[in-house]
């Protein structure tokens, strides 16, 4: 059993004295290649600042994130960027799609950013799975929102991550539309290999995943 992320007493505290919020208090967490892992919890139980910070997005006050084996601290500000660009794809609840790049353009677009030629036969394979194929030349706001999240889904899938960390991917999305995109992320997920990581406050999706992480309090409590 191959484990792609280990965090080791993550702790990530704000202000000082009487005023400090512990937003992460402590957390050991490893995921296994290959699996999909929904993290739950209410607002404020911190899943967001773990899923920060396992993707580097943020620095621990204590502790350490490793993907695969590469430890995060290790990196400078550069060469964590170009790490997280190869190694780590997101996906965001506001989708984050360039509302002047059309489908195409906004999934090619970190690959590009990176200098490097996309992998078009792959991404094709990947838009053929999330039925996007007569989407390509459309601009986002031309698109559902199910459609945006599946353009999402693509664009992180394109530069072939090790790690897919999905943030509320469904909070946008009706009941139906959320079934078929967590449905679509496992679909993909399986087909290349790649490890997700979901944070979600519903319970009903959740249960959608290999398996399922509960955080509260800046703690994992199951």
Not at 125 to 148: F, H, N, T, W
Request: glycine share 12%; aromatic share 4%.
């Amino acid at each position: 059993m191959e484990m792609i992320l280990k965090a080791t007493g993550l702790k990530k505290y704000y202000g000082r004295g009487d005023t400090m919020v512990k937003a992460l208090d402590g957390v050991d967490l490893e995921i296994e290649r290959g699996k999909f892992t929904a993290i739950i919890g209410t607002s404020g139980s911190g899943k967001s600042t773990l899923l920060n910070l396992l993707g580097g997005l943020d620095v621990p006050t204590e502790g350490s994130v490793k993907v695969g084996d590469t430890e995060l601290a290790g990196l400078d500000g550069e060469h964590l960027t170009l790490f997280r660009r190869r190694q780590i794809g997101f996906i965001f609840q506001n989708y984050n799609l360039i509302p002047v790049l059309t489908v195409w353009e906004n999934i090619v677009f970190p690959v590009s950013l990176d200098g490097r030629k996309p992998d078009r036969e792959f991404i094709m394979e990947a838009v053929r799975l999330l039925g996007l194929e007569k989407k390509l030349d459309a601009l986002p706001g031309q698109l559902s929102g199910g459609q945006q999240q599946r353009a999402a889904i693509a664009r992180a899938l394109a530069s072939r991550p090790s790690v897919i960390l999905a943030d509320e991917p469904t909070g946008n999305l009706d009941s139906r539309t959320s079934g078929d995109v967590i449905g679509l992320m496992k679909m993909t997920g399986r087909e290349f290999q790649q490890t997700i990581v979901m944070i979600t406050h519903n319970p009903e999706i959740a249960q959608m995943a290999d398996r399922v992480v509960r955080i509260e309090d800046g703690r994992i409590v199951a």
